[in-house]
């Protein structure tokens, strides 16, 4: 920064000095002084706007390179992966820990896992080898989005007719559950959800929030009440992509 700084002067300092004997280099030259004065203002020009990138880059380059370097101790800390039947039993106890009653019970879980196993996903903390977390994703059909807009469509325990068995590019969704235990593992919980949804490119998602913290989260990340009124727990949002 201090080099940057000194050079942006240096410059600065030689175009007022060239600035200051105008008139003696336009008789010398047969330069118009206009035109001197006009190549002067730009070079200056250039100096502060290459001054003001430079300075900016300074001081933004360094967060970056701390933000990946955060980046990579999660990579290194958390592994995110599709779940296997195996995991469905560490998952429902996680989905009652964060839910309670209105969470989907073992069974309810081992059907949505049948019907599309690209369902749920872990998040699995690298040095305990425990699961920590997981979300869950229902790839809707047509019939499974009308279901929603009339708001009769049952979370916990959908419909099958309502639910892809194979999660097509460009489908809509809807997020059954984010959930991990600790501030980074929800933030590699929510940001491998974001990843894989655009991955999967779905023009619509959807979501119910089950707690006020999911309301904020929801909003946060551009929902909005798919029906008119104020933001409540149970309540569908929306979100087009």
């Given at each position: ?49 290459t ?42 106890s ?10 989907s ?8 896992y ?86 999967k ?41």
């Amino acid at each position: 920064m201090k080099r940057i700084a000194a050079l942006v002067f240096s410059l600065a300092g030689l175009a007022l000095a060239f600035f200051e004997f105008r008139v003696e280099i336009s008789a010398a030259t047969g330069i118009p002084l206009e035109y001197l004065d006009l190549g002067i203002y730009f070079f200056l020009g250039g100096i502060l706007v290459t001054g003001v990138i430079w300075i900016i880059h300074g001081l933004t380059a360094p967060l970056k390179t701390r933000i990946d370097k955060l980046e990579e101790r999660l990579a290194d800390r958390y592994l995110v992966e599709l779940a296997t039947e195996d995991d469905l039993s560490m998952i429902d106890s996680l989905s009652s820990q964060a839910f309670g009653l209105v969470a989907s019970n073992l069974q309810q879980i081992r059907q949505l896992y049948e019907v599309n196993s690209d369902t749920f996903w872990k998040i699995v903390d690298r040095k305990s080898d425990e699961t920590v977390g997981y979300f869950c994703i229902l790839w809707l059909t047509s019939e499974g989005e009308r279901q929603i807009e009339k708001q009769i469509f049952n979370g916990p325990c959908p419909d099958p007719k309502a639910l892809q068995t194979i999660a097509r590019s460009g489908c809509p969704a809807y997020i059954g559950a984010v959930y991990a235990r600790g501030a980074r593992a929800r933030g590699v919980a929510l940001a491998a959800l974001t990843v894989h949804l655009k991955v999967k490119r779905s023009k619509r998602l959807y979501a119910k929030a089950a707690t006020d913290d999911g309301i904020r989260v929801l909003k946060k990340y551009g929902f909005r009440l798919l029906s008119p009124g104020a933001d409540q727990v149970g309540k569908y949002y929306v979100r087009a992509c």
